[in-house]
């Protein structure tokens, strides 16, 4: 495991402005979210609004970039929204985890003054993980594995949700599932691709497919894996290029086996050893702007790449469970335990593109 300390991170910030690039360096401001609920889901419509959601069946939303966030009902039962979909200012989808009944979706429509529930799982053995939005009326979302079988669901209409039958998926391995972490494990590109990061397992795998949930292949990845290691969230930034990010939940402060990249649209991966991650991350994203630019997030803190994933540092600031950016606005929140968000500015390079110096 590779570190590096403060200095190394002026020099980097350094490097960067000596480019002539137009950047500011990122910087992390905390909000008051008013609440003391752990925080695992977080999307950002623009720099104004942004949803967020946790455990006590917490929802908020902010309407003023973050100066004040309002807590929304959606129900009295007190369940865990790990994960929410934010598709404009007042369109949100949040799901809840948990064995049976308690693995729901929800959605509003009207800035959370009302809200439908969508999916009500019924069978004892189902539990959500997380979900995504090819747009607003497509999504898909995934449960732990049951009896060999991945659990995928899928909506083409925002309204009703359809489980995938077992013979369209491949088999699962022993244990196998999607971590309930950030919302993030599932990448959605286009209106048909998707890759999904999976762990808990022998191998951490990734399930891809290219034509909307018809047909789908699995492939291995180098990251480490077991009860509570592998893959914790992916992206893409086109059909080719990605990253997997991970490691292992109760380990912080570890990077070991923890970020892998494709080239090949998910084919194949390539572990990074040299210039990795600084610890556990249980998010990955690509940034606005900057061709291979990479944000990743955990609890312990962050790091930024240029060259997509093959090389990081550090960024000074906070850690978080999970995090979301602002389409093409250069600005996102980071949102995690006892209530913790806090708005990250700065993440807006034009003129060149971001590079390390070593």
Same mark, same amino acid.
């Given at each position: 495991?590779?570190?590096?300390?403060?200095?190394?991170?002026?020099?980097?910030?350094?490097?960067?402005?000596?480019?002539?690039?137009? *950047?500011?360096?990122?910087?992390?401001?905390?909000?008051?979210?008013?609440?003391?609920?752990?925080?695992?889901?977080?999307?950002?419509?623009?720099?104004?609004?942004?949803?967020?959601?946790?455990?006590?069946?917490? *929802? @908020?939303?902010?309407?003023?970039?973050?100066?004040?966030?309002?807590?929304?009902?959606?129900?009295?039962?007190?369940?865990?929204?790990?994960?929410?979909?934010?598709?404009?200012?007042?369109?949100?989808?949040?799901?809840?985890?948990?064995?049976?009944?308690?693995?729901?979706?929800?959605?509003?429509?009207?800035?959370?003054?009302?809200? =439908?529930?969508?999916?009500?799982?019924?069978?004892?053995?189902?539990?959500?993980?997380?979900?995504?939005?090819?747009?607003?009326?497509?999504? +898909?979302?995934?449960?732990?594995?049951?009896?060999?079988?991945?659990?995928?669901?899928?909506?083409?209409?925002?309204?009703?949700?359809?489980?995938?039958?077992?013979?369209?998926?491949?088999?699962?391995?022993?244990?196998?599932?999607?971590?309930?972490?950030?919302?993030?494990?599932?990448?959605?590109?286009? !209106?048909?691709?998707?890759?999904?990061?999976?762990?808990?397992?022998?191998?951490?795998?990734?399930?891809?497919?290219?034509?909307?949930?018809?047909?789908?292949?699995?492939?291995?990845?180098?990251?480490?894996?077991?009860?509570?290691?592998? +893959?914790?969230?992916?992206?893409?930034?086109?059909?080719?290029?990605? *990253?997997? *990010?991970?490691?292992?939940?109760?380990?912080?402060?570890?990077?070991?086996?923890?970020?892998?990249?494709?080239?090949?649209?998910?084919?194949?991966?390539?572990?990074?050893?040299?210039?990795?991650?600084?610890?556990?991350?249980?998010?990955?994203?690509?940034?606005?702007?900057?061709?291979?630019?990479?944000?990743?997030?955990?609890?312990?803190?962050?790091?930024?790449?240029?060259?997509?994933?093959?090389?990081?540092?550090? @960024?000074?600031?906070?850690?978080?469970?999970?995090?979301?950016?602002?389409?093409?606005?250069?600005?996102?929140?980071?949102?995690?335990?006892?209530?913790?968000?806090?708005?990250? =500015?700065?993440? !807006?390079?034009?003129?060149?593109?971001?590079?390390?110096?070593?």
């Amino acid at each position: 495991m590779r570190r590096r300390g403060n200095s190394a991170v002026r020099q980097w910030a350094a490097g960067v402005v000596a480019l002539g690039a137009a *950047v500011t360096a990122p910087q992390w401001t905390p909000q008051t979210s008013g609440v003391m609920s752990s925080l695992r889901g977080v999307s950002a419509v623009n720099e104004r609004v942004a949803w967020a959601s946790g455990s006590r069946a917490t *929802v @908020l939303r902010t309407a003023d970039g973050g100066a004040t966030w309002a807590k929304l009902a959606v129900t009295t039962d007190n369940v865990d929204f790990r994960d929410i979909d934010a598709i404009d200012e007042r369109t949100a989808y949040v799901l809840s985890i948990g064995a049976g009944a308690t693995s729901r979706i929800y959605k509003t429509a009207d800035a959370g003054e009302h809200w =439908d529930l969508q999916l009500a799982n019924q069978d004892p053995k189902a539990f959500l993980d997380a979900m995504s939005f090819w747009d607003a009326t497509h999504g +898909i979302a995934v449960s732990d594995t049951i009896d060999g079988h991945f659990v995928i669901f899928m909506t083409d209409d925002g309204q009703t949700w359809k489980r995938l039958p077992d013979d369209r998926l491949p088999p699962a391995q022993p244990n196998e599932g999607f971590f309930a972490a950030s919302g993030t494990n599932i990448a959605v590109l286009g !209106t048909d691709d998707v890759w999904i990061g999976t762990g808990a397992a022998e191998k951490a795998r990734v399930l891809r497919s290219f034509d909307h949930g018809l047909t789908w292949k699995v492939t291995e990845t180098p990251l480490l894996s077991g009860s509570k290691s592998g +893959i914790y969230s992916i992206a893409f930034r086109d059909n080719r290029n990605g *990253v997997v *990010v991970g490691g292992t939940y109760d380990k912080e402060a570890e990077a070991l086996d923890n970020c892998a990249v494709t080239s090949d649209g998910g084919a194949t991966w390539t572990l990074i050893k040299e210039h990795g991650l600084s610890g556990f991350r249980s998010v990955v994203m690509y940034l606005p702007g900057k061709p291979g630019g990479l944000l990743a997030v955990g609890p312990s803190g962050s790091d930024v790449s240029a060259d997509d994933g093959r090389t990081w540092m550090p @960024l000074l600031g906070p850690g978080f469970h999970t995090f979301s950016l602002a389409p093409n606005a250069g600005i996102g929140w980071g949102a995690g335990s006892q209530g913790r968000i806090a708005r990250l =500015d700065g993440l !807006t390079t034009s003129g060149t593109a971001l590079r390390f110096p070593y």
